[in-house]
C-alpha cells in the first residue's frame, strides 16, 4: 500500500489554513494520513517558491498540489486514489475554475500528468469546459515537438465510440507529420460509411493548406 502523505502550506492570516489544519491531523489520528507535514511558507518561502505556490492553504497529496478549502470526503477520495486518480482530480478541478497555468505547469513537468489528459479526453463524462482547457495544453505539446510521442493514445481515442471524443482524435492526429497519422486521417475520409468522413477530409486539408506536410 502506497504511503498516505500530504504536505500542507500556510500563511499567517490565512482564514481557511486552521481549518484544514484541524482536518489533517484528525485524519492522521484515525489513521489514515500516515505522515502530515506543516510548512509555513512565511518561514520557508523557498520551498513554496520551489513549487510554484502561490496561495495558502495548498497541500501535496502524495507528491500532487491541491490548494483552497475541500470537504473531509475530497481529501479522503483524494488519499484513496492512485497517482493517475489525483493528477486527474487536479486537472478537472483547476480548469473547471480557471487555473489554466497550473493545469498547463502540471502536464508540461509530469508524464503521469500527460496520461491523466488523455485519459480525462477518452472519458465521455469530461464536460465541455475542462475538453476546452486540455485542447489548449494539447496544442501547446503539440508546438513543444512533444505529442508525437502520445500517438498511440490519438489514434485510440479516433477510434472511439463517441464521436465526439473521435473527432477530437482525428483533431489532434492532424497536428503530427507522421505517416501514421496521415494514414489514419486518410483512412477515415476515404470510408464512404465512417460518419466523421467529412470532417476528417477537411482535417487534411486544412493540414495541406498550413503546409505541416512539408
Known sequence: MNQRKIELFVMPGCPICPQMERLFRQLQQEGKLDELEIVDIARNPERASELGIRSAPSYLVNGV??????????????????????????????????????????????????????????????????????????????????????????????????????????YYLSMLKTPEAIEALSRVAADETHPLRQQAGELLQERDASGSLH
Do not use: C, N
Open 65 to 170: 498540489l491541491f490548494s483552497g478549502l475541500k470537504r473531509r470526503s475530497e481529501i479522503e477520495q483524494l488519499l484513496g486514489q492512485d497517482e493517475g486518480g489525483k493528477w486527474r482530480s487536479l486537472l478537472v478541478e483547476e480548469l473547471s475554475e480557471g487555473g489554466m497555468q497550473t493545469a498547463r505547469e502540471a502536464v508540461l513537468e509530469h508524464e503521469a500528468a500527460r496520461q491523466a489528459l488523455f485519459d480525462l479526453l477518452g472519458d465521455a463524462e469530461t464536460s465541455l469546459v475542462v475538453r476546452i482547457g486540455l485542447s489548449a495544453i494539447i496544442e501547446e505539446l503539440a508546438e513543444r515537438g512533444l505529442l508525437e510521442a502520445y500517438q498511440p493514445r490519438l489514434l485510440q481515442l479516433a477510434q472511439h465510440d463517441d464521436e465526439r471524443i473521435a473527432l477530437d482524435g482525428l
